[in-house]
């Protein structure tokens, strides 16, 4: 893994409140579990709610085109982004 | 206990309320489209733990949201402040509680809690961000300056709400509102925000924390 705990740390946060995973569930993710088209609760409403709340807690910004399927298929996709957002990649 | 009031608008609207005419009596804006949703178990649950308190709550709906017989496309802003300062009139609400969104609409004469408000543009954003996500998986491009132009003009579908011209234009331009009234983080109530929890959740320690606050606060 490239990515600093840190932003590890933070985006288990982000993912647990907004799928309300609780502490063992966050935990338990890996680089290759699914969110996008594997998790039922993740609808477009649910994902636009997520990004929003990565722009706050990240401050970064996401631009909608950048935003697709490779980018949020798995945790490892979704943690890869944002650290490339960050520069840390 | 659901509870008519008489609404701006053809039909009166609903409202839960814990009433014992007690000394204090706090009106409860909701968060605005799916937080207001994702957030009214935490309300109601609040509404028992204040009562429990000796305060008495009012959550009355938005007009367009919930159980309200009006059109969601006939709202604005605007109508939804008039709604709340007639509700605040109709219960003689001594405190206000604007949850979110609900910060942009609340009766600001009122003193006491504005929860993690949000600006209009957020709101927007996010809204615009759901039909631009949904939109591309069914193969469409859209982007978010022509969208908000549309729905500026004429009017727009988001996440399955039709917003009207003047509810957009509000939006795009809404700030919270509080004046004085004090701001409740949500690292005061613990845990995560259920209002960001894709499916509805409740937390009763959340509630409960929330109903002491403005209990202590109250009747400081």
Excluded at chain 1, 43 to 61: H, K, P, Y
């Amino acid at each position: 893994m490239i990515q600093t705990t840190e932003t590890d740390t933070l985006l288990r946060a982000v993912l647990s409140d907004v799928l309300g995973l609780g502490p063992a569930r966050a935990a338990a993710l890996t680089a290759d579990s699914g969110l996008f088209g594997a998790l039922p609760e993740l609808d477009s409403m649910a994902v636009a709610g997520l990004l929003t709340e990565i722009e706050d807690r990240f401050d970064v910004v996401i631009d909608d085109d950048e935003v697709d399927g490779d980018m949020l298929g798995t945790y490892g996709d979704l943690l890869a982004f944002i650290a490339r957002k960050l520069g840390q990649a | 206990m659901p509870t008519t009031w008489p609404c701006p608008g053809p039909a009166d609207e609903l409202a839960v309320v814990l009433d014992r005419a007690r000394r204090v009596r706090l009106l409860i804006v909701p968060a605005l489209f799916e937080e207001m949703n994702r957030t009214r178990r935490m309300l109601v649950e609040t509404q028992r733990r204040l009562d429990a308190l000796g305060v008495d709550s009012m959550l009355p709906d938005l007009p367009g949201c919930n159980e309200s017989p009006q059109a969601f496309a006939a709202q604005s802003l605007g109508s939804w402040r008039d709604a709340m300062a007639a509700a605040a009139r109709h219960f003689a609400a001594t405190h206000v509680l604007a949850v979110r969104g609900g910060a942009l609409v609340f009766p600001t004469a009122l003193p006491g809690w504005v929860l993690e408000p949000q600006r209009g543009t957020s709101i927007l954003r996010q809204l615009l961000r759901a039909r631009i996500l949904a939109a591309k998986e069914a193969g469409r491009v859209e982007n978010t300056a022509d969208l908000l132009e549309q729905g500026r003009h004429q009017g727009l579908g988001l996440a399955g709400y039709q917003l009207s011209a003047a509810l957009v234009a509000g939006l795009d331009a809404a700030l919270p509102q509080d004046e004085g009234q004090r701001v409740i983080r949500q690292s005061e109530l613990g845990a995560g925000a259920l209002w960001l929890r894709s499916e509805p959740g409740e937390d009763p320690a959340q509630s409960a924390a929330l109903a002491r606050i403005i209990a202590a606060e109250a009747s400081a």
